[in-house]
């Protein structure tokens, strides 16, 4: 089983609203990613959590909170978007944080804000 | 710092004929390099890899070969269909200041047509 489940696949929000992104996987990964893609660009790094611990923040506005509850799930915590950060926002997994590792990504999240 | 430049597309190609991508990077380490391939409404996977120099990572028809002396890792296929297309992103791994991180090209948009 190779597949990392994203919730909600699509969400609207108001600039007030607060809302959250979900992600589950059930590999054994202990390194999970959220990236966020704009149309027709690549995907760019926003968090990487090793072992359940933030290892990385790419500087993203703490608009965006991300939560590592355990080593299967993965949140990103959304408050006060801006328009602008509308776009598909990809949870991914690989078995451990190293060069080498394959990266198995989710579907994406696809987020609008109004 | 890390880069990947790959070719701008989108390539349009007629069924059967033969595919080439050019990627090529940019790393002050010894980067994994990856392919992976993103279709419509989805997340991106895993196309092929390789992990060091001169390894040729291959999958479903697809192939590329880690040249280190050119800094390069060109996606080939000898025969398209018409189920490949997609946007075909190349993407390295590698251990930089802040930790591991996997960069990608801004991808190439493949058309076949039947």
């Known amino acids: 089983d190779t597949e990392v489940t994203q919730t909600p696949k699509h969400l609207v929000m108001g600039m007030t609203n607060k809302k959250s992104l979900k992600c589950e996987q059930h590999?054994?990964?202990?390194?999970m990613y959220w990236y966020k893609q704009k149309a027709k660009k690549p995907p760019e790094l926003m968090f990487v959590y090793s072992y359940e611990k933030l290892s990385i923040n790419e500087s993203v506005p703490s608009r965006f909170s991300p939560e590592c509850p355990n080593s299967s799930l993965l949140n990103l915590h959304l408050h006060a978007l801006q328009p602008e950060d509308s776009a598909l926002y990809l949870c991914?997994?690989?078995?451990?944080w190293g060069t080498g590792n394959t990266i198995y990504f989710g579907e994406g999240s696809w987020l609008t804000v109004v | 710092g890390n880069s990947v430049t790959q070719m701008e597309g989108p390539v349009t190609l007629s069924e059967e004929a033969f595919l080439t991508i050019n990627c090529t990077y940019t790393?002050?380490?010894?980067?994994?390099l990856f392919w992976y391939v993103q279709y419509p409404g989805e997340g991106l996977q895993l196309l092929l890899k390789?992990?060091?120099?001169?390894d040729k990572g291959s999958n479903k028809g697809f192939e590329a070969t880690y040249r280190k002396e050119t800094t390069s890792f060109h996606l080939e296929k000898g025969s398209v269909q018409v189920s490949d297309s997609a946007v075909y992103f190349c993407a390295l791994s590698d251990r930089g200041t802040g930790g591991f991180k996997t960069i990608f090209g801004a991808g190439t948009r493949l058309f076949v047509k039947a």
């Open positions: 991914a997994s690989s078995q451990v």
């Open positions: 590999m054994g990964h202990r390194a």
């Open positions: 790393a002050t380490g010894y980067p994994s």
């Open positions: 390789a992990t060091k120099a001169d």
